[in-house]
């Protein structure tokens, strides 16, 4: 078994929500886990020179391009290289963290992560979305219908990437701070003991797929 790749990108440092019911997940797992912590060191944004040298061959590459092409390489290399992920992405207006947004940009590279059918290098694999938001979007609520957020990750990480997505939302973290919320402050209790549990269950689960797959693979 490799290693569990961990991708944080709350702004919140240790009072994230996404962070802290990830490390619930994390504390359980029972192999190596490599973080990538968008936040604390974000990527640059997709430009023209990676863009350009995707398609340009190495020894005609300007040093910039070289530096780019190295540098999505070595991120495509560390994704591709672990066994399982776990993504800690908050729901930022309505979407995911520009931070996120940015890894995704660098790593999904057609032909090389993904688009390939049955050869997908990552198909299968598993992943926890882990995705803490203020508000509630179940069913019934005011802002049902208005997470563009998981539909959007679970298209690109699970349809485009192949790997088998559990998603986990903490929801309404505004109640205990926003006092027009104060009143769903239980619902936000429950969501987040849930969503702690959901995390403690899929890392039971995951490792025991895990060491089942191991053990066929010998
Ligand atoms: C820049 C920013 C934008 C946000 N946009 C939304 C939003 O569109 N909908 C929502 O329900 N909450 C929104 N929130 C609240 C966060 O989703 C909430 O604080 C959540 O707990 C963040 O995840 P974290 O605790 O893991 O950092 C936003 C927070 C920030 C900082």
């Known amino acids: 078994m490799s290693y569990l790749l961990r991708i944080d990108s709350s702004a919140s440092g ?14 359980d797992w029972g192999g190596e886990v490599i973080t990538r912590d968008l936040a604390r060191n974000p990527l640059s944004h997709l430009d023209s020179v990676s863009i350009t040298a995707r398609t340009t061959p190495a020894d005609q590459q300007t040093p910039e391009q070289r530096a780019a092409a190295e540098l999505e390489d070595d991120l495509i290399e560390e994704f591709l290289g ?7 992405v908050p729901m930022y207006n309505y979407s995911m963290p520009s931070v ?8 999904m590279i057609p032909g090389k992560t993904f688009g390939m059918g049955d050869a997908d290098p990552a198909s299968g694999r598993p992943a926890v979305l882990v995705s803490a938001r203020g508000g509630g979007y179940g069913p019934g609520s005011p ?6 957020l ?3 990750l679970e298209i690109i990480l699970g349809d485009a990437l192949g790997l088998d997505v559990r998603t986990i939302t903490p929801e309404l973290t505004y109640a205990p701070i926003m006092d027009p919320l104060k009143h769903l402050l239980p619902l936000h209790e429950t969501s987040l003991a849930e969503a702690h549990d959901l995390a403690r269950r899929n890392a039971a ?13 010998n």
């Not at 672990?82 to 800690?88: D, R, T």
């Not at 802002?143 to 563009?148: A, I, L, M, R, V």
């Open 82 to 88: 672990a066994s399982a992920y776990l993504f800690a």
């Open 150 to 152: 998981v539909p959007a």
């Open 100 to 107: 996120f947004k940015a890894w995704l940009d660098h790593i």
């Open 205 to 217: 689960d995951l490792n025991r797929v895990l060491t089942c797959s191991v053990r066929t693979e």
């Open 14 to 27: 240790e009072a994230s929500y996404s962070r802290q019911v990830a490390d619930t997940f994390a504390k």
């Open 143 to 148: 802002q049902h219908g208005k997470d563009f």
